[in-house]
């Protein structure tokens, strides 16, 4: 079981994801106060529609739950399942700590 934890501090949410291989597929669960990520909760992931980004399972139910397109969370939902399926390390995972996206520039309103 592979579990991550996508901070959306933009929108106000914490997420918790929940992978789960089994067999050709991966079973993901998000735990979010979001409503649109709620409606993509509990996917069974086939595992060979996790690597391209436009013919992608998450990112094709991502667009039927009508999530924002900065949304993080299909992205944190790929990389459970890449850490679940061994295509990324855990060890390296968890020596990186979190991915992060860093707004440097002064936003002026």
């Not at 992931?45 to 999530?67: G, L, S």
Request: charged fraction near 30%.
């Amino acid at each position: 079981m592979t579990e991550v934890t996508v901070n959306s501090r933009i929108c106000g949410y914490k997420h918790k994801i929940n992978a789960e291989k089994k067999g050709k597929k991966i079973n993901v669960d998000i735990a979010s106060d979001c409503k649109k990520i709620q409606a993509m909760s509990n996917m069974e992931v086939p595992r060979m529609e996790i690597f391209d980004i436009r013919d992608n399972y998450i990112t094709k139910k991502a667009q039927e739950a009508h999530t924002c397109p900065t949304c993080i969370v299909p992205s944190g939902a790929i990389h459970a399942c890449h850490l679940e399926s061994g295509f990324i390390s855990k060890t390296l995972a968890k020596e990186s700590g979190s991915v992060s996206i860093d707004f440097d520039e002064e936003i002026d309103d």
